[in-house]
C-alpha cells in the first residue's frame, strides 16, 4: 500500500478548503456532531420526561410521532427535510441545517426512549417519599428523579451519539462536504488508491467515536463516585440521628 496519497491530501480531509474557503472535511463531521448531539439532548430529554409523565392520548400522539422518526431510514429523512422543507416552508433551507436537522431528530426520538426508561426505573418510593414531604411531581422529578436517573441515561446516550457520528457520512446525499465526501472525491480523482483513503477515513471516525466513549467513561465514573460519597455520608446520618434517637427515648424512659 502507498500512502504518500495520504501525505498529500491529509489538510484536505481534516479541513477542506479552509481557511481559504468553507469549513469542510472531518472539521465539519465533528461540527454537525456537536450541533446535532447538543440539539437532541434537549429534545431527547423533553420528549422522555413528557413521555414519561403524559397519559391518554396526548402520551400515544407522542409516542406514534417518535415512534415516526425512530422507523425511518436516516438517508431518507435528509433528503425529505432538503426537498419537503423549502416546498412547504417556502424559503431555501441550506444542506448544512436539513442535515443537523434531520439527525437531530432521529438522535432525540432514540433519546427519549432512553430517558423514559431511567425515570421508570427509578422505583415509586422516590416519588411517594417527595410528594409525601409536599412537593409536586414536577418538583420531585426535578431535584429527586431525574438527578438519579441521568446516570443510568448516559451508556444509552453515548451508544446514541457514536451513532450520530456515523451517520453523518450520510450528509453525501445532500451535497454536505463532510469527511466521506472529501474522500469520494480524492478517490475519484486518484482511482488507484482506495483502499488506503478509506483506511485513514476509518482511522477519523474510530478517533472521533473512541475519544466520545474516553470522555463518556471518565463523567461517568466520576458521577459514580460522587453518588457512592453521598450515600455514604446519607447512611452515617441516619445512623447518627437513630442513635440521638434511641438516647433521647432512654433518657425520658429512666
Not at 463532510?178 to 475519484?188: G, K, M, P, Y
Not at 473512541?210 to 463523567?219: D, G, R, T, V
Request: net charge neutral; hydrophobic share 60%.
Amino acid at each position: 500500500m502507498d500512502f504518500t496519497v495520504i501525505a498529500e491530501n491529509w489538510r484536505y480531509l481534516l479541513f477542506g478548503t479552509f481557511p481559504d474557503g468553507f469549513l469542510e472535511g472531518a472539521a465539519l463531521t465533528l461540527l454537525i456532531s456537536l450541533l446535532a448531539g447538543s440539539i437532541s439532548i434537549f429534545l431527547g430529554i423533553a420528549g422522555g420526561i413528557a413521555l414519561a409523565m403524559l397519559n391518554g392520548w396526548w402520551a400515544n400522539l407522542l409516542a406514534a410521532v417518535l415512534g415516526f422518526f425512530r422507523a425511518i431510514p436516516v438517508i431518507m429523512l435528509i433528503f425529505w427535510s432538503y426537498f419537503l422543507l423549502p416546498v412547504l416552508l417556502g424559503t431555501d433551507i441550506p444542506e448544512l441545517t436539513t442535515v443537523i436537522c434531520a439527525l437531530a431528530l432521529i438522535t432525540s426520538a432514540y433519546l427519549a426512549h432512553g430517558v423514559k426508561a431511567g425515570i421508570l426505573a427509578i422505583g415509586q418510593g422516590q416519588w411517594q417519599a417527595g410528594m409525601s414531604l409536599g412537593f409536586t411531581r414536577w418538583v420531585v422529578l426535578w431535584n429527586i428523579i431525574l438527578p438519579q436517573a441521568l446516570r443510568m441515561m448516559i451508556p444509552s446516550f453515548i451508544n446514541q451519539w457514536i451513532a450520530l457520528i456515523k451517520d453523518t457520512s450520510l450528509a453525501y446525499i445532500v451535497g454536505v462536504a463532510e469527511l466521506s465526501f472529501l474522500a469520494t472525491q480524492i478517490n475519484n480523482r486518484e482511482m488507484i488508491y482506495p483502499m488506503e483513503i478509506f483506511l485513514f477515513v476509518a482511522l477519523i471516525y474510530f478517533i472521533m467515536c473512541f475519544s466520545l466513549e474516553l470522555i463518556a467513561n471518565k463523567i461517568l465514573r466520576r458521577l459514580e463516585k460522587k453518588s457512592v460519597v453521598t450515600g455514604s455520608i446519607s447512611r452515617q446520618a441516619t445512623k447518627s440521628v437513630g442513635l440521638f434517637l434511641v438516647s433521647v427515648i432512654l433518657s425520658c424512659a429512666f
